[in-house]
């Protein structure tokens, strides 16, 4: 059956309710547990666009007018190599009759008509004791449309709040604070980064990209300002996304060492999500990562109770972040593989 795809605009109540359903349809079934993007989301993404991409999100709908996917278009405009990083989902009921092919199709020629050199993306992945809820259709789907695996298993983690052993680890941090943290204080804001720490957190971001593991991901040496800091903190609040972030501070100094963010969506009220967590090289192993993260937990903890889950994303390769997401009390949820196409060399 032949699908016509629309682009999602504001403009079209129909297209982002559309849009919307598609992905609690999917993630029901694929990644149950995980709340899906809402409407609200959606809506908020078209009416404050991210600084510096090109966003399109389409909708493939059938002859009833019945959505059957969806698929989404993102390229960082300042990057060396154009990426286009792309996500494409079918409805469980409406798999196997080459809707997905359809649309990854004009993904493709939409990211060359951009000049991407490359486009990646995501599917559910098999790990020990991590079942994948897909029956693999995501890996397959990858392999026949010609992407290539990039050996970066990837694991969603959840807290469940209220913490179940609040004192301990509350103890922890205690213990922690004196035994190896003693030159350092930990400091807490919300949504926008006081200028004292702003060079701060744009650097250690930007750090982040050597020390991330990436698989034979295609990777871009990125680097972020203090400009470009404030233009997301302020798409972000635009949004209506609330931001709870802590850093590190070393005392000697004053410099900001360490930085973690929580971001939360009032339309998901029962959920955040765990963003970036990063230490300066030269102050690691002074327990800092959990330290900042400890502390931002509590703080969501306290200004929104109505928050029971955080989740986060970790590299199946990166132990140390793994290490205190396990002390934290995070139990791993669902697996995910990245993949990629070089589209230059067709
Ligand atoms: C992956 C997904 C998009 C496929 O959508 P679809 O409309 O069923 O895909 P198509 O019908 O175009 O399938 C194309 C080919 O992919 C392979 N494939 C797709 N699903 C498969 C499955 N469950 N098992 C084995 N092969 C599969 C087959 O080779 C298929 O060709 P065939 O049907 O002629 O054998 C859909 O299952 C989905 O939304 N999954 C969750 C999100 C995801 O993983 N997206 C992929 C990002 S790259």
Redesign the pocket.
């Known amino acids: 059956m032949d699908v016509e795809i629309l682009p999602v605009e504001l403009s079209s109540s129909a297209t982002t309710r559309l849009y919307a359903e598609v992905i609690a349809d999917?993630t029901a079934a694929?990644n149950p547990g995980v709340p899906p993007t809402t409407e609200p989301m959606v809506q908020a993404r078209l009416r404050v666009p991210t600084p510096g991409h090109i966003t399109e999100l389409y909708i493939a709908v059938d002859s009833q007018g019945q959505a059957v996917g969806r698929a989404e278009l993102a390229v960082a405009e300042g990057s060396a190599h154009r990426n286009a990083a792309i996500k494409?989902?079918?409805s469980p009921e409406h798999?196997?009759?080459?809707?997905?092919?359809t649309l990854y199709s004009m993904l493709r020629t939409r990211a060359k008509v951009l000049g991407c050199e490359t486009l990646t993306?995501r599917?559910?992945w098999e790990l020990p004791d991590l079942p994948a809820f897909?029956?693999?259709?995501?890996p397959?789907?990858?392999k026949?449309a010609g992407?290539e695996v990039a050996n970066l298993p990837e694991v969603m983690r959840r807290l469940s709040l209220p913490l179940r052993n609040n004192g301990l680890t509350l103890g922890r941090i205690a213990a922690s604070l004196r035994q190896a943290a003693h030159g350092y204080e930990i400091t807490e804001w919300r949504e926008t980064t006081p200028t004292a720490y702003a060079q701060g957190v744009a650097w250690l971001e930007s750090r982040l990209a050597h020390d991330a593991p990436t698989g034979t991901l295609p990777t871009d040496e990125s680097s972020f300002d203090t400009g470009w800091l404030l233009e997301s903190e302020a798409c972000l609040a635009a949004r209506g996304q609330l931001s709870f972030q802590a850093g590190a501070i070393q005392r000697s100094s004053g410099q900001l060492v360490a930085h973690t963010k929580i971001t939360a969506d009032p339309s998901q009220p029962a959920h955040a999500w765990q963003q970036i967590t990063i230490v300066d090289p030269d102050h690691r192993g002074h327990r800092l990562g959990f330290l900042v993260k400890a502390a931002n937990i509590r703080a969501i903890q306290g200004a929104l109770p109505s928050v029971i889950a955080i989740d986060t994303f970790n590299a199946a390769a990166n132990d140390h972040m793994i290490k205190i997401n396990d002390l934290l009390g995070m139990a791993p949820l669902h697996g995910f593989q990245h993949?990629y196409q070089r589209l230059t060399t067709e």
């Open positions: 999917v694929d494409l989902q079918i798999r196997r009759r080459g809707h997905g092919t993306a599917t559910s897909d029956g693999g259709a995501g397959a789907f990858a026949a992407l993949w």
